[in-house]
């Protein structure tokens, strides 16, 4: 990625080590900059302060890069002008969040652009598929907008935390967040180096139970199977497939019976129906809705880990025998995506995973 000075004649690298390149020139006012994005180059002047984000990972990268967003989506629709309790209705981020974010709409759908023209941000980010379900000629009346690489593919998330460091005008912020991560890895590769040496074959599944016999094989071309495998382990998948996430029938599963440990990614699209009418929801305390929240996500696994538990050709497996199949949620691994997941993704499977496991 390539960030200009406007005007200007000298451009900066950003994989430059040099102290001079490890910022973007943004310091005075009215300077200007042009980011490199996915939908192509974006002029801005002076840092952003008020930052609107209309996806899940967009908020994700921003939080990694220890920002505040002026304005969010959340995975739930809200009846609200304002997220409340981010904690709450934006599960795994809403706890990073330390501000009353105005409410742009839930995930998935095209956001409020009344409530996007009144917020009147500094910035715009989205991954592309977001940033383009609002038009170019209401985004010039918005504020200038960054595109993001798509969240699920390896090494896109990086990518992407470059892009909005450069776009908030100091690259500094992702070389803060890389290096966190690397130490995260550090730890969990240290943590688990007797279960990687001996048990190294992973095979990661996805669905939302064995109702239609279909689940989801994720590969080591994503950014889930790039998580794993940095954390030492092997992810296995059907052969010839270079996709990162294509259908697996369950018949195929002993095919797979190589796997050393299966983790089990589980998802419901009944999840929304759960969260309370407004009216019960405003009568709740903090306690009450961090309740409401728990459930809901571990309402994500059960109908898939009963499945699993009750099919012949899913217990067939050495790894379901031998007890070495493992429960997480598909939301908090494959909708973030961002540094706040990635390590959210190595702490959970070092406070999962035994520090050995024994055949």
């Known amino acids: 990625?390539?960030?200009?000075?406007?005007?200007?004649?000298?451009?900066?690298?950003?994989?430059?080590?040099?102290?001079?390149?490890?910022?973007?020139?943004?310091?005075?006012?009215?300077?200007?900059?042009?980011?490199?994005?996915?939908?192509?180059?974006?002029?801005?002047?002076?840092?952003?302060?008020?930052?609107a984000v209309l996806d899940t990972h967009s908020l994700d990268v921003l939080l990694g890069l220890k920002q505040q967003p002026a304005g969010v989506v959340t995975p739930v629709p809200l009846d609200a002008?304002?997220?409340?309790?981010?904690?709450?209705?934006?599960?795994?981020?809403?706890?990073?969040?330390?501000?009353?974010?105005?409410?742009?709409?839930?995930?998935?759908?095209?956001?409020?652009?009344?409530?996007?023209?009144?917020?009147?941000?500094?910035?715009?980010?989205?991954?592309?598929?977001?940033?383009q379900a609002i038009s170019d000629a209401m985004l010039s009346e918005v504020a200038p907008a960054v595109s993001l690489f798509p969240r699920s593919e390896p090494g896109n998330w990086r990518d992407n935390i470059r892009v909005l460091a450069q776009a908030l005008g100091d690259e500094r912020l992702a070389d803060q967040a890389i290096a966190q991560y690397d130490k995260e890895l550090e730890t969990t590769r240290k943590a688990l180096a007797n279960v990687t040496a001996t048990h190294p074959k992973v095979l990661l599944v996805g669905g939302d139970g064995f109702k239609r016999g279909v689940l989801l094989a994720v590969t080591e071309n994503s950014f889930m199977g790039e998580i794993v495998e940095d954390a030492g382990f092997d992810v296995i998948s059907p052969l010839g497939i270079d996709r990162s996430i294509v259908p697996l029938s369950l018949e195929l599963l002993p095919e797979l019976n190589e796997a050393d440990l299966v983790f089990v990614l589980g998802y419901s699209a009944d999840a929304a129906k759960l969260v309370p009418p407004l009216e019960t929801l405003e009568t709740m305390n903090t306690d009450e809705l961090l309740k409401e929240r728990d459930a809901i996500i571990a309402q994500q696994t059960a109908v898939i880990k009963a499945d699993w538990e009750s099919s012949a050709i899913a217990q067939s497996l050495e790894a379901s025998q031998k007890d070495r199949v493992y429960f997480y949620t598909y939301y908090e691994w494959n909708l973030l995506n961002g540094p706040v997941g990635a390590e959210s993704i190595l702490q959970q499977l070092r406070q999962s995973l035994p520090e050995r496991i024994v055949d």
């Open 81 to 131: 002008d304002r997220v409340e309790h981010p904690e709450v209705f934006i599960p795994s981020l809403g706890d990073h969040i330390t501000t009353t974010p105005a409410y742009l709409g839930s995930f998935g759908q095209p956001p409020s652009l009344e409530t996007l023209l009144q917020l009147k941000p500094d910035l715009v980010v989205g991954e592309v598929w977001s940033v």
């Open 1 to 51: 990625m390539v960030v200009a000075a406007c005007g200007g004649n000298t451009a900066l690298n950003s994989s430059s080590n040099s102290p001079e390149n490890s910022s973007s020139p943004a310091p005075a006012a009215q300077s200007c900059y042009t980011v490199t994005h996915m939908a192509g180059e974006t002029e801005i002047c002076d840092r952003p302060k008020k930052i």
